[in-house]
């Protein structure tokens, strides 16, 4: 069987994108009547209940930390400590992603710290093809 070339990396979760030729990003769907932004489709808006009025946006890639824990204690194979956050997006939307390039000490992070979304290899994670992932984190932003 001839060795297929290397194919591009599939996104972790389905709300990143990955534009052929393009940069990756997360996608939101924003209620075109109140304006929350929501991750993953939705034909009814959470927030004030119109219908039929989502719209598929391009989210930002910078926000701030809302919120974080040190996660000390994990799967099998899963390097600790790491920093798993929820960041709020600016210009809507919020997600769980893990902090990196901070060390995993309270004294150095900071709720409502400037971060920014880097898109990166889901730590060497293959499937069974043995095609890589692309995934999204966190880190400070300066
Ligand atoms: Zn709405």
Same mark, same amino acid.
């Given at each position: ?13 389905? !709300? %990143? ?5 393009? =940069?990756?990003? %997360? =996608?939101?769907?924003?209620? +075109? @009547?109140?304006?929350?932004? !929501?991750?993953?489709? #939705?034909? $009814? ?7 039929? +009025?989502?719209?598929?946006?391009? /989210?930002?890639?910078?926000?701030? %930390? ?7 204690? @994990? !799967?099998?194979? $899963? +390097? ?7 960041? &709020? ?9 893990? /902090? $990196?390039?901070? *060390?995993? &000490?309270? =004294?150095? $992070? ?5 971060? *920014?979304?880097?898109?990166? &290899?889901?730590?060497?994670?293959? &499937?069974?093809?043995?095609? @890589?992932? /692309?995934?999204?984190?966190? +880190?400070? #932003? #300066?």
């Amino acid at each position: 069987m001839a060795e297929t070339s290397a194919k591009a990396p599939l996104p972790v979760v389905d !709300f %990143l994108k990955l534009p052929e030729g393009g =940069e990756p990003y %997360l =996608e939101g769907h924003k209620c +075109q @009547s109140c304006g929350a932004v !929501f991750l993953g489709e #939705r034909a $009814i808006c959470s927030k004030c209940g119109t219908r039929d +009025q989502m719209k598929t946006v391009k /989210l930002s890639n910078t926000g701030t %930390l809302y919120v974080y824990s040190i996660v000390h204690r @994990s !799967f099998p194979g $899963i +390097q600790v400590p790491y920093v798993s956050a929820i960041v &709020d997006l600016d210009g809507g939307g919020t997600l769980k992603g893990n /902090l $990196i390039n901070v *060390e995993p &000490d309270p =004294e150095k $992070i900071r709720l409502g710290m400037p971060v *920014e979304v880097v898109y990166k &290899d889901a730590l060497g994670r293959k &499937d069974r093809e043995g095609n @890589s992932y /692309l995934s999204y984190f966190f +880190q400070p #932003r #300066r």
